[in-house]
Structures are given as structure tokens and as C-alpha cells.
């Protein structure tokens, strides 16, 4: 078992090198000493090579995704280059354990690998010697390296299935915990709202809300600020002043013919027969009123789902057009042929036909069409507007020149509104610091903004007379909070005493099988969350916001570990907690290894391929 799945990631492991002689070599790296040695874990080495490979691999893998060109300025930003310096000492560590245990697979083993590689295969589908030799030496590889190293990843790859296989943890760990997860109570509460407070609530002193204030000053106190300044523009800013060429108008009004002018169209259900026979005597029967269409689908096996067309024009259906489009709404009609066979048809409803002229369209073809005009108008804007702030220009020179509109924000991580809306403003106002110098950034719809950081402000609270009427709100709150709770106690008392909720005047609500995660519809969240650290036949006073809630627990469940969900849940937390405990086992080897073993890592060396990587 083990070796079917070293197989599989020796050839993943390989798929990587292949992938460069897929786009024809290595010839966008450029450096001098290639083979030169950047790092080591014990005895195995990591070359300038591997990591120039590796590098350039991830970049064509980044720009088939994107579709765009992809920098090695880029790979930096998003941390891909020490992602792959990572890694490849990971393999080497992996490399030099297997090679100290005497880990290895045969020549078979390496020439089966080969065999199951495309690019080395000729037109019958074959391994082909020449086609081989002729990758290799094109990608700039020796034949000896490239089975070495294709030796070395299944060697890595029988090392890692040791330690990610075979790891599953007992059934008992498994059921216990979905025991606990599954369990369900039965309750039933009643809530006590400030109209059933039997006392009024005092009315607090200054001293009183001060000291609820300090009490709570969390809620009092303003986050982190950042006061920032901007320029921004976007098309619907600039979209009143662009210009659109009237036979631009009339060119995307043909381009957009169909979607203005539609025919008739109807909602149609299609149920197919196998012979003309059988579909007459089924408009037979519903002619007759022995059945209706919904029953002749039912008998079927199917849903009206499985029957239904959806919108449909007259030509849409051939041979049964005519029929289908002079039939009422809910009227079946048929036999008629169709392209899976005879078929009777039911009109479910009817869509008028749809007739846009071009000056009835042409508001909403304005509106289109200037505001793609507008985006590429600020498009041409963007590297003039870079420059210039690139040359020393400040936002508030730079709005005073251009279309460009100049703000302030005071920006929390609450901020939403205008031009925090946008992500892109929302991550580099997080991200800017007042060393940054403004650059031109885009947005989602098509505008630009550049941003400034002018300053800093820690959180700190909001001085008491500003939010007074908050304090006082809150105060009250908690006073009735407080008090409905009492009252709730004696109630929970006299209930587990034997009183019914209804002797006492409450309404009480019911649920049977509440989760212990599953928030329930109208089951208050405090009884939710109570719910499952009380025993059977236990009744508690919970508090609410402003309110208190009587709780009882009717009954504890325990799980149903043969039902579906329980299986369901006991299958998912298996491997769940096997792949867990797998990625942990791996990580302590590749730890324990590299401890053991030492790392070294030439850092000019590194730079040296950077600085040469074109």
C-alpha cells in the first residue's frame, strides 16, 4: 500500500521539473555558477540550480493562473521566494534522512516513472528514448541528475507515507467525542421582559454612572485612528463629463439587439413518451380527467423538476411550437414531437414580447457606455498620476490639477462608509504607515485613489459627558437585567419545588432535541448556550439583555451513535483528526531532522540567484 503511494508523489514530486521543459527550458534563468552550493541539511545540498528551478516554476505556475506576466519583485512581495528556499530545505532535509536510513527505490521503480511521464512518450503513447534525451537536453539537464533526483523524491515520498500513514486514532477518542458533540437536551424557558418587573428601578446618581462607566469603559473607548488623506476618483465622478460618440450608441445597440427585443416567450413542462401510442393515451386520460399532468410525472419517477424547460421562444420548439404557443396558461397539449420523442407540453405561464426601440434604450446605453469611457479615461490617468507623485507632487497639489477629489478620514477597522467601502482603500489604509509616500492604487470599480497617513491616534476612551445618555441606557439595562434575574430565581425555585410555569403566570416555549451548536430558530441564544451545563430536571435563572429567562431541561439525550448524522459526524471527525495528528507527526520529523542534522543556508549566495534571476 505503502508503495502506490509513493509512486504517486515521486511523480507529483517530479511534475514541478517537468513542467519548465513543458515551456521550453530554463533559459529565462540567468546566473553565473549555476551548480554553486546556497545551503545544506547535514550532507545534501540545496544549488543555485534547484532554487532558480523552483523559483521559475512558481512564476509560470502564478502567471498561468493570472493570465499576466508575473516579477520576481512580485514573488517577493507575496513571500513566495522564502516559500521556496523553505521548502527545498525541507525536501533536503527529508533527502538527507532517507539517504542516512538507507531509503531507496530500484531502477524499476525510477524506469515506471519515466514511462508515466507525457512528455516523454512518442505518438504510440510509449516511453521513446530519443524524446527523452532530447527533453533533458533542452531544459539543460543531464539524464544521470534528472533519475537522481527522480530516485530522491520517491525515497522522500516513501518516507513521508510512513509518517502521514497509519496514524488513526482509537475508535474509542472518536466516539467519546461524539458522544459529547451529538448529545441533544429537551427545555422549555419562559421569558421575563421589563413589563414583568414587580419593582421600579432607582434612579442613578452622577457617581452611579461614573462608576458603571469605568466599569465598562471598553465600550466607551474609541479604537486605533488612523487620520487619513486622500485623492480619489472613480467613473461615476467623471461619468456626466465623457463624451459618447453617438454611432457608438447605435453599434451597441445592434450589438445588444436580442437582449432589447424579445419575442414571446413561455414556461414550459415537456414530458417525453418512448412511441406516439403511449403519449395519445396519456392526453387520453388527462382529457378524460382519469389523471393530470403532475400524476403522469409522479408515475414516471420523476419531479416536475426534471420536466420543466424553463423559458422558452416558439422556435425553440420545433415541430411543437405552434401548438405549445396558442395553449392557455396551465393547459396540457400534445402529442408532439420533440428531439427526445413524442411529448405532451404544459404552459405554465406566458412572458410577453419584449420590444425596445433604440431611443427608449438609449438612457440605459449612455449610462453604459459612459461609464466604461469613464474607466478609460482614468485608466490613461493612472502612470501620468504615479509620476507625478513619484516626482514630489502632494495629494492636495494633485487634486487641485486633476479630476482627482481630495478627503480626509479619521479610519477604524469599523470604517465602511464612502470610500472605505472599498477593500483595496481598507487594506492599504491598515497597511500605510506615515514613512510611506502616497502611490496611485486602484478600486474595485474601476477608480484610482492614493493615500496619505498624517497620524497615529491610540485608542482612548470617549470622555464621560459625551456619551452620558449612552451610560444612563446602559445602567437602566443592567438595573433591569439585574432585577428580572432575582425575580427569575424565586420562579426557577418554586418551578423545581413542583410549581407548573403556567401557576406562575409565565408563558413557557418549548424545544425538543436542541444541539449543542445548532442555534435554533426562536430559541433565544442564552438558552442555547446554557442549556448543555445543566442536568436533567435542573431549573435556572439566565440573564438577557434587559431581560431574564426561566430555564428547565425536560430531558438529556444521549446521542444516537447508529443514526446518520452521528455517523456522519463520527466519519468527518475521523479523518479530521487523522490528517491533524499526520501534519503533526510530520512536523515533528522534519523539526527533529533539521535539530539533528544542522541547516545552513549561504544568504549571498541566495542574493547572488536573485539578483541574477531575469
Excluded: C, H
Excluded at 224 to 246: F, G, K, L, N, Q
Amino acid at each position: 500500500m505503502a508503495t502506490g503511494k509513493s509512486s504517486k508523489k515521486a511523480l507529483i514530486w517530479v511534475i514541478p521539473l517537468l513542467a519548465i521543459i513543458g515551456f521550453g527550458g530554463f533559459g529565462a534563468v540567468n546566473f553565473s555558477g549555476g551548480t554553486a552550493r546556497i545551503g545544506n541539511v547535514g550532507d545534501t545540498e540545496i544549488t543555485a540550480n534547484d532554487y532558480a528551478r523552483a523559483l521559475q516554476n512558481e512564476m509560470q505556475r502564478l502567471q498561468q493562473q493570472t493570465g499576466q506576466a508575473v516579477t520576481l519583485e512580485q514573488l517577493r512581495q507575496f513571500g513566495i521566494t522564502d516559500q521556496v528556499l523553505a521548502r527545498l530545505v525541507t525536501e533536503a532535509a527529508l533527502d538527507e534522512e532517507a539517504r542516512r536510513m538507507g531509503l531507496s527505490v530500484g531502477d524499476e521503480r525510477v524506469a515506471e516513472e519515466l514511462r508515466a511521464i507525457q512528455a516523454f512518450q512518442g505518438p504510440d503513447r510509449n516511453f521513446d528514448r530519443e524524446a527523452y534525451a532530447f527533453a533533458l537536453q533542452n531544459a539543460g539537464l543531464d539524464e544521470a541528475d534528472f533519475e537522481a533526483d527522480i530516485r530522491a523524491g520517491a525515497a522522500r515520498s516513501l518516507l513521508q507515507a510512513a509518517v502521514l500513514s497509519g496514524t488513526a486514532l482509537p475508535d474509542t477518542y472518536t466516539e467519546t467525542l461524539v458522544s459529547f458533540a451529538a448529545e441533544t437536551r429537551d427545555v422549555t424557558w419562559a421569558r421575563l421582559g421589563r413589563d414583568a418587573l414587580n419593582t421600579g428601578l432607582p434612579v442613578p446618581t452622577d457617581e452611579d454612572l461614573r462608576a458603571w462607566y469605568d466599569e465598562n469603559i471598553d465600550r466607551f473607548t474609541r479604537p486605533e485612528t488612523r487620520a487619513i488623506t486622500y485623492a480619489w476618483v472613480t467613473p461615476d465622478m467623471i461619468v456626466d463629463s465623457v463624451e459618447v460618440d453617438p454611432e457608438r450608441l447605435r453599434a451597441a445597440y445592434d450589438e445588444r439587439f436580442d437582449e432589447f427585443n424579445q419575442p414571446e416567450r413561455r414556461l414550459v413542462e415537456r414530458l417525453v413518451f418512448e412511441n406516439d401510442t403511449a403519449a395519445q393515451e396519456a392526453m387520453s386520460a388527462i382529457r378524460a380527467g382519469d389523471t393530470d399532468f403532475e400524476t403522469l410525472v409522479e408515475e414516471r419517477g420523476l419531479q416536475l423538476a426534471d420536466a420543466d424547460m424553463g423559458d422558452v421562444a416558439k422556435d425553440d420548439l420545433g415541430a411543437a411550437g405552434e401548438a405549445v404557443f396558442f395553449a392557455e396558461t396551465g393547459e396540457v397539449v400534445g402529442p408532439a414531437e420533440s428531439p427526445l420523442g413524442p411529448a405532451l407540453f404544459r404552459v405554465n405561464g406566458v412572458l410577453d414580447a419584449q420590444e425596445t426601440t433604440f431611443e427608449e434604450a438609449r438612457p440605459a446605453l449612455m449610462d453604459a457606455l459612459a461609464l466604461d469611457r469613464a474607466r478609460r479615461v482614468i485608466e490613461g490617468l493612472a502612470q501620468s498620476l504615479d509620476d507625478e507623485l513619484a516626482a514630489g507632487a502632494t495629494l492636495e497639489e494633485l487634486a487641485e490639477g486633476t479630476d482627482l477629489e481630495l478627503g480626509q478620514i479619521d479610519w477604524t477597522e469599523q470604517s465602511n462608509s464612502g470610500i472605505a467601502g472599498y477593500a483595496t482603500f481598507d487594506e492599504a489604509a491598515r497597511s500605510v504607515t506615515v514613512e510611506d509616500y502616497p502611490e496611485i492604487e486602484t478600486l474595485g470599480d474601476g477608480g484610482l485613489f492614493a493615500l496619505r497617513l498624517d497620524e497615529v491616534r491610540p485608542p482612548e476612551p470617549r470622555p464621560f459627558a459625551e456619551v452620558r445618555a449612552e451610560v444612563e441606557a446602559g445602567w437602566e439595562q443592567a438595573q433591569a437585567t439585574e432585577a428580572l434575574v432575582a425575580q427569575a430565581e424565586d420562579l426557577a425555585q418554586r418551578i423545581e419545588g413542583g410549581a407548573s410555569f403556567e401557576e406562575l403566570g409565565l408563558a413557557p416555549q418549548s424545544m425538543d432535541a436542541l444541539t449543542r451548536n445548532g442555534q435554533r430558530e426562536g430559541v433565544p441564544s442564552q438558552v442555547s448556550g446554557q442549556a448543555f451545563d445543566m442536568a436533567e430536571g435542573a431549573v435556572q435563572a439566565v440573564p438577557a439583555s434587559g431581560a431574564a429567562i426561566v430555564l428547565r431541561i425536560d430531558a438529556v439525550n444521549a446521542a444516537d451513535m447508529q443514526d446518520e448524522r452521528s455517523a456522519q459526524l463520527t466519519q468527518a471527525l475521523r479523518e479530521r483528526t487523522t490528517e491533524s495528528l499526520s501534519q503533526d507527526l510530520y512536523t515533528a520529523l522534519n523539526t527533529d531532522i533539521r535539530r539533528r542534522l544542522g541547516i545552513e543556508i549561504d544568504q549571498q549566495a541566495v542574493n547572488a540567484v536573485l539578483a541574477n534571476f531575469q
